[in-house]
């Protein structure tokens, strides 16, 4: 016997959690499935200064926190499972999960995205060993070292700052002429007397032994090679969304992203998309906590109309 | 209801090391996302396995000696040991399903 819910929301980050309290709190029936510890990405950022009521910031960790704290009171449960699959049958949507199956009426997918890899030779051979996605994870491990950050976005120069509290010399490796994050991001950057910055580069191989030594970087304006002695490479080049358990039963924009409408819908009836998995999305812990709501509010809606037949 | 040991530098070749049965060390630390969602994950797999594998944390913060001997450079960084030599290495956060898989391929 399969389990029952009226909504299922899968990822718990800000966007699924911002769902589950406006589900559990309309008091429909509602599952929150998480693969580990429930926060998402931003639970990564030691101090998020743009989520509004928090005047004097607030860490990631805490804020989501708070968030799974909420829902919980309104009754949300939530299970730790991996999502293998969504199958539809009839007006009922299955979630199958390595915990087994779950029905529900409606599904809220959140499982936002993750790191996207570089593509670089000695990328994978290396990963552990120099190579790092998470500049709040390894940071420590580089003290008093050289270390490269390759981006040039919010989450490279977010990084890239971080890792000035350790490194002796951080160096932002970036294939534009410019930087594409905030402007208060730049600023700051651009103030560190630690951060030196490549431009028009990238990296084309990572070398060492047992661990990285150097890379080899292209300037893509002279095609000039060069050799950069570093002992850590963080890469935050952007991000892969979630979707590989979907696959294809939803249509997708030209980046992967799912494309929903104004309400979150996506083109399955009862079937949502919020927070960084969605096309458009500014990836913002704000607007996934609106979109969450957004979805929830039409799940609801959805629901009530389906049960009048 | 098995639950993860906690080592540290200065118990690690007794419990670790001559350990009688295969034992996964969680290299973690506070800061790290990762590692948080990696450990509701290894108390899950302390109980399954309980008598197969001793689930271990050690926190690199505190204990540099060891997570430097093993080279550890990012964390999660899960090394299972097997007869006091590392038998597998899994570095991130990976599904229960896979991690699975690794346990099993060094138990079996």
Redesign the interface.
């Known amino acids: 016997m399969v389990e029952q819910y009226d909504i299922v929301i899968i990822g718990g980050g800000p966007a699924g959690l911002s769902a589950g309290i406006y589900a559990s709190r309309a008091l429909r029936k509602s599952l929150l499935i998480e693969?580990?510890?429930t926060?998402g990405?931003i639970?990564?950022a030691e101090f998020v200064e743009n989520y509004p009521g928090f005047p004097d910031g607030i860490s990631g960790?805490g804020l989501t926190g708070l968030m799974h704290r909420q829902a919980e009171k309104f009754g949300l449960n939530t299970l730790?499972a991996?999502v293998t699959g969504i199958e539809l049958n009839g007006e009922s949507r299955i979630v199958k999960t390595?915990s087994g199956d779950f029905a529900s009426k409606a599904v809220i997918i959140a499982s936002g995205s993750e790191r996207d890899k570089l593509g670089a030779l000695g990328e994978a051979e290396f990963?552990?060993?120099?190579?790092?996605?998470?500049a709040?994870?390894?940071g420590?491990?580089?003290r008093d070292q050289v270390v490269a950050v390759v981006g040039g976005g919010d989450a490279a120069i977010t990084e890239a700052l971080h890792l000035t509290s350790f490194a002796q010399q951080v160096i932002i490796i970036h294939r534009r002429q410019a930087l594409r994050a905030t402007p208060l991001l730049g600023r700051r950057a651009a103030a560190d007397p630690k951060l030196a910055f490549r431009w028009n580069s990238v990296v084309e191989q990572i070398e060492g032994g047992?661990?990285v030594k150097s890379l080899r970087l292209r300037n893509v304006k002279t095609d000039d090679v060069s050799t950069l002695d570093v002992s850590?490479v963080f890469i935050a080049i952007g991000f892969k969304p979630n979707t590989a358990y979907l696959k294809g039963m939803l249509p997708l924009d030209t980046d992967g992203y799912i494309i929903t409408n104004e309400k979150m819908e996506t083109d399955v009836p009862g079937i949502y998309a919020v927070g960084d998995i969605r096309a458009g999305s500014i990836r913002q812990v704000v607007s996934a906590t609106g979109d969450g709501a957004t979805a929830a509010v039409y799940a609801e809606e959805y629901i009530i109309e389906h049960e009048r037949f | 209801m098995s639950k993860p040991i906690v080592v540290d530098d200065n118990n690690f070749d007794q419990t670790v090391l001559q350990s009688k049965t295969p034992i996964l060390v969680d290299f973690w630390a506070t800061w790290c996302r990762p590692c948080l969602m990696v450990a509701p994950v290894l108390e899950e797999l302390a109980d399954e396995y309980e008598g197969r594998i001793t689930i271990a944390k050690l926190d690199v913060d505190h204990n540099p000696k060891t997570a430097t001997k093993y080279r550890v450079m990012s964390i999660p960084n899960l090394i299972i040991f097997k007869d006091g030599q590392p038998a597998s290495q899994i570095v991130g956060f990976k599904p229960k399903a896979q991690l699975k898989k690794d346990i099993d391929a060094v138990i079996d």
């Open positions: 693969m580990g510890f926060g990405q639970v990564d960790l730790m991996e390595s990963s552990g060993r120099g190579v790092s996605y998470c709040t994870c390894d420590a491990f580089f047992d661990v850590g």
